[in-house]
């Protein structure tokens, strides 16, 4: 019996890594997957058991290595037995690069606080 292959789009669908395939294909076209540590750009690239995937999803590094290609999209237990997750541990929240840049003291719009202190020095 020959080795069962899927087509890669199919399989992040599959396996619950994205919501739709046309997600998936976005992800693949742009260069986020590598398949055997190869950049993929062809979102029909096959795969099958043994194929090890790293991409980067929502800021996160992904290393799955392919158990079974699956055959439908289904809860999310099932869609875990599709692969062997391979991912380095994420930072701690300390580490992290915080999402919103932080900005100096009197730097921007003022703060409520700052704004009712104006008013009470005008007398407003």
């Known amino acids: 019996m020959p080795e069962s292959r899927q087509r890669l789009d199919k399989w992040l669908f599959f396996s619950r890594a994205v919501k739709s395939r046309t997600l998936a ?49 289904g809860p999310a237990p099932e869609a875990a037995l599709l692969y062997e997750d391979l991912s380095p541990p994420a930072l701690p929240r300390a580490d992290r690069i915080p999402a919103v840049a932080e900005r100096d003291a009197g730097a921007g719009r003022p703060t409520k606080k700052e704004r009712r202190d104006t008013d009470r020095l005008k007398g407003e």
Do not use: C, F, Y
Not at 26 to 46: F, M, P
């Open 25 to 73: 294909q976005k992800l693949i076209e742009s260069g986020a997957v590598r398949v055997n540590s190869e950049r993929t750009l062809s979102t029909d690239h096959r795969v099958g058991a043994g194929d090890v995937l790293t991409m980067t999803v929502h800021s996160r590094l992904l290393v799955w290595k392919i158990l079974d290609p699956g055959q439908r999209r």
